[in-house]
């Protein structure tokens, strides 16, 4: 199993970035608020976890060891595969995943592109026992601001490679843009979880 990887981001994308490890391009999965705090050109250190299909081998890259376990952990529920697990991840932090399915919040999981209602249910039913309770306190710390000019492309194709169509997640990212007031921009994770929020809604 491959833990973790550390080495120059040679390139970030809307849904993947490619990290040096030895003079070896290491391509990883990652979601656009992990994809956000990397710069290239730096070293960074990213979680990973390796997905073994028949025909594939996918690596995935996570900011922290805790969203790695989660991404893990969620895909023994029936029907969640790793796109789903790392649209879970990219909406709601581990320790949003932990207290939606520790309290039955059904609504919240619904707010991740590819879960419907009954699909909520059934995960808190598997998961309860398997996730644990919230932990650290680390959901009420601040989100660090991020100077980043062309947010509204950013958080369009985060919201694109979590599967929503081009013209909703434009109008979504549109939305968002109309509630900001004052200089300073929200985070990228931030603008992506107000605009997953706006396109949940009927």
Not at 72 to 98: C, D, F, I, W, Y
Not at 129 to 145: F, N, S, W, Y
Not at 167 to 182: C, I, K, M, N, S
Request: hydrophobic share 45%; net charge neutral; with cysteine.
């Amino acid at each position: 199993m491959i833990a973790f990887v550390r080495g120059r981001v040679d390139s970030a994308g809307t849904d993947q970035a490619v990290v040096e490890v030895g003079g070896v391009g290491l391509a990883l999965h990652c979601a656009p608020n992990t994809l956000a705090g990397l710069k290239v050109g730096e070293d960074a250190r990213l979680a990973t976890s390796l997905v073994v299909r028949e025909d594939s081998m996918t690596l995935y890259g996570f900011a922290t060891d805790d969203e790695r376990v989660m991404f893990e952990l969620v895909q023994t529920a029936s029907g969640v595969g790793p796109k789903v697990a790392l649209a879970m991840v990219a909406t709601h932090s581990p320790n949003a995943l932990r207290r939606a399915v520790a309290t039955g919040d059904a609504k919240a999981l619904t707010l991740v592109s590819g879960i419907g209602p009954k699909g909520a249910q059934k995960i808190i039913l598997e998961l309860k026992d398997k996730l644990g309770l919230p932990v650290g306190g680390a959901d009420d710390l601040p989100v660090p601001r991020q100077r980043v000019q062309p947010w509204r492309e950013q958080v369009q194709a985060g919201l694109q490679s979590l599967g929503w169509p081009a013209r909703e997640a434009e109008a979504a990212v549109a939305a968002v843009a109309d509630e900001l007031t004052g200089e300073e921009v929200p985070s990228i994770p931030e603008l992506l979880k107000s605009a997953l929020r706006k396109l949940s809604r009927p």
